[in-house]
C-alpha cells in the first residue's frame, strides 16, 4: 500500500474507531440473522427426528434466553447437551446460552460455550456462527492471533465471506491494513450486490483508499 496522506490516515482512523465501537454489535446482528435461518432449518430437518423432550427443552431455553435469565438458560443448555448433545438443538441452546452471558458481561463463559458448538456442534452452519462469534469475543479480549486462527478453520461457502470480512477486522486492530484490505477483498467479492454486508465491506475499502472489485453474481 502507498504511504498514506494526512487524509487518508484520519480516514484509516476513524474507521479503526467505528469499528473498535460498532464492529461486535455489528458482528453479532448479522450472524444472528444466520442463526434464524439455520434455527428454522433445524426445526424442520429434526422436527421427526428426534423426541419432544428434545423440542420441549429447547423451547423452555429459547422462552428463558429471551428474559434474558443467565442462570435458567445456562443450566437447561447444559441439559441439553448432556441428553442430546448430538442433535443440533444442543447448539442452538448454546449459542443462545452464549448471547445471554454475553449480555450479562461474562465472555469467558460464553467463550467457553461457543467452543463447545464449534467442537462438538452437529452441524456446520451452526459451527461457523459459533466460530464467527467466537473469534469476535476473542479479538474484544486482546487476543488478535487466537481470533485469527478461529477464523483459518474451513468454513461452508455460505460463511466464507463473512469469515474473511472478520479476518480483516482482526487485523485492522492489529494495524495491519494492507492484509485487512485483503480480506477485505475477498469478502466484498464473495457477497452478492443485495448483501448488506458487502456494502458495509465497502465503506472499508473506501476508507482504505481502495476501490473495491467483484462481486458475487
Same mark, same amino acid.
Given at each position: 500500500?502507498?504511504?498514506l496522506?494526512?487524509?487518508?490516515?484520519?480516514? /484509516?482512523?476513524?474507521?479503526?474507531?467505528?469499528?473498535?465501537?460498532?464492529g461486535?454489535?455489528i $458482528? =453479532?446482528?448479522?450472524?444472528? +440473522?444466520?442463526? /434464524?435461518?439455520?434455527?428454522?432449518?433445524?426445526?424442520?430437518? =429434526?422436527?421427526?427426528?428426534? $423426541? #419432544?423432550?428434545?423440542?420441549?427443552?429447547?423451547?423452555? @431455553? *429459547?422462552? $428463558?434466553?429471551?428474559?434474558?435469565?443467565l442462570?435458567? !438458560?445456562?443450566?437447561?443448555?447444559?441439559?441439553?447437551?448432556?441428553?442430546?448433545? $448430538?442433535?443440533?438443538?444442543?447448539?442452538q441452546?448454546?449459542?443462545l *446460552?452464549? %448471547?445471554?452471558?454475553?449480555?450479562?458481561?461474562? @465472555?469467558?463463559?460464553a467463550? !467457553?460455550?461457543?467452543? *463447545? +458448538?464449534?467442537?462438538?456442534?452437529?452441524?456446520?452452519g451452526?459451527?461457523?456462527?459459533?466460530?464467527?462469534?467466537?473469534? !469476535?469475543?476473542?479479538?474484544?479480549?486482546?487476543?488478535f492471533? %487466537? *481470533?485469527l486462527?478461529?477464523?483459518?478453520a474451513?468454513?461452508?461457502?455460505?460463511?466464507?465471506? @463473512?469469515a474473511a470480512?472478520?479476518?480483516?477486522? +482482526?487485523?485492522?486492530?492489529?494495524?495491519?491494513? %494492507?492484509?485487512?484490505?485483503?480480506?477485505?477483498?475477498? #469478502?466484498?467479492?464473495? @457477497?452478492t450486490?443485495?448483501?448488506?454486508?458487502?456494502?458495509?465491506?465497502?465503506?472499508?475499502?473506501?476508507? /482504505?483508499? +481502495?476501490?473495491p472489485?467483484?462481486?458475487?453474481?
Amino acid at each position: 500500500m502507498a504511504h498514506l496522506d494526512l487524509e487518508e490516515q484520519e480516514q /484509516l482512523d476513524q474507521l479503526k474507531h467505528f469499528w473498535k465501537k460498532y464492529g461486535n454489535a455489528i $458482528s =453479532w446482528a448479522l450472524t444472528g +440473522v444466520l442463526v /434464524l435461518v439455520a434455527g428454522w432449518n433445524v426445526y424442520h430437518y =429434526w422436527q421427526n427426528k428426534q $423426541s #419432544a423432550q428434545a423440542a420441549a427443552l429447547f423451547d423452555q @431455553l *429459547a422462552q $428463558s434466553a429471551q428474559a434474558k435469565d443467565l442462570d435458567k !438458560t445456562v443450566r437447561m443448555a447444559h441439559d441439553l447437551s448432556d441428553k442430546f448433545g $448430538s442433535t443440533a438443538y444442543a447448539s442452538q441452546g448454546n449459542l443462545l *446460552a452464549a %448471547e445471554v452471558l454475553v449480555d450479562k458481561g461474562n @465472555l469467558a463463559g460464553a467463550s !467457553t460455550t461457543l467452543r *463447545a +458448538v464449534v467442537e462438538h456442534g452437529a452441524d456446520a452452519g451452526l459451527q461457523s456462527v459459533a466460530r464467527l462469534r467466537l473469534a !469476535t469475543l476473542q479479538a474484544e479480549n486482546k487476543s488478535f492471533d %487466537e *481470533a485469527l486462527g478461529t477464523l483459518q478453520a474451513t468454513f461452508p461457502p455460505a460463511f466464507e465471506a @463473512l469469515a474473511a470480512d472478520r479476518r480483516g477486522d +482482526v487485523l485492522m486492530l492489529q494495524n495491519k491494513p %494492507e492484509a485487512a484490505q485483503a480480506e477485505y477483498q475477498k #469478502a466484498y467479492a464473495g @457477497l452478492t450486490e443485495r448483501s448488506e454486508l458487502r456494502r458495509l465491506v465497502e465503506v472499508k475499502l473506501i476508507a /482504505l483508499g +481502495v476501490k473495491p472489485t467483484g462481486a458475487a453474481s
